[in-house]
């Protein structure tokens, strides 16, 4: 019953993905209705770089370190080694490894959920280090500048479903939204979406649990 109810799950996941894919937009309920996200525009990508130079020069003003310094700092007190450098690239490896594995197997094989297991894996786990390192580099000056770019991108791309007039009415408006969960939702609607990944693709720790002890009791 739990696969047939994960195999529905997965359909309908690449048909949302599909519908996203040929409209170039996603709709997605919020606090405040329905909202959609888009695809930026080539002028608004410019002025999005045109943010981003002016927010590294203002950091730079400021005396926050850049990533060049922050990386000498970081090496120096062995906050990141080549080791863990290593582990990034063997995880790396292992995915496309499993990857190959899976092309060659045959529609419906019983090891295929394995090797789908097997990848999960190993990306939990090189994501959980990309976040160890990307934490090293979260206050230079290039964070700050690549913060204010997708500030932004999401400002400009955010639109009231029904009508597709912008959410914010200014870039003021939306640094100035007393609502951060709200921000938050949809910040994360964005980058998914535009890196063609689902909405759910970061699922709660919770939701993960519920679903292994349901399985557990039809099993």
Do not use: H
């Not at 409209?23 to 990508?45: M, Y």
């Not at 097997?118 to 206050?139: D, G, H, P, W």
Request: with cysteine; net charge negative; aromatic share 8%.
């Amino acid at each position: 019953m739990a696969k047939e109810t994960k195999k529905v799950y997965e359909d309908q996941e690449s048909n949302e993905l599909m519908t996203e894919i040929k409209t170039g937009r996603r709709v997605f309920d919020s606090a405040r209705g329905l909202v959609q996200i888009r695809f930026p525009k080539v002028e608004e990508n410019r002025l999005a770089d045109w943010e981003y130079s002016k927010v590294l020069n203002q950091a730079i003003k400021d005396g926050i370190p850049s990533n060049k310094q922050m990386t000498k700092m970081i090496e120096s007190m062995e906050l990141w080694t080549k080791e863990d450098d290593e582990k990034v690239q063997t995880l790396r490896d292992e995915i496309d490894k499993q990857i190959v594995v899976m092309g060659k197997m045959a529609e419906g094989s019983k090891n295929m959920e394995k090797a789908e297991d097997k990848i999960s894996e190993f990306r939990q786990e090189l994501m959980a280090l990309q976040q160890e390192r990307q934490k090293l580099y979260q206050n230079t000056a290039e964070s700050k500048a690549d913060e204010g770019k997708m500030s932004f991108l999401i400002y400009k791309c955010t639109e009231v479903a029904d009508t597709g007039k912008p959410f914010w009415s200014s870039y003021e408006a939306f640094k100035n939204e007393e609502d951060q969960n709200l921000v938050n939702t949809i910040a994360y609607q964005f980058i998914t979406f535009v890196n063609g990944l689902p909405a759910d693709f970061l699922q709660e720790p919770s939701a993960e649990v519920n679903e292994e002890s349901a399985e557990t009791e039809e099993e």
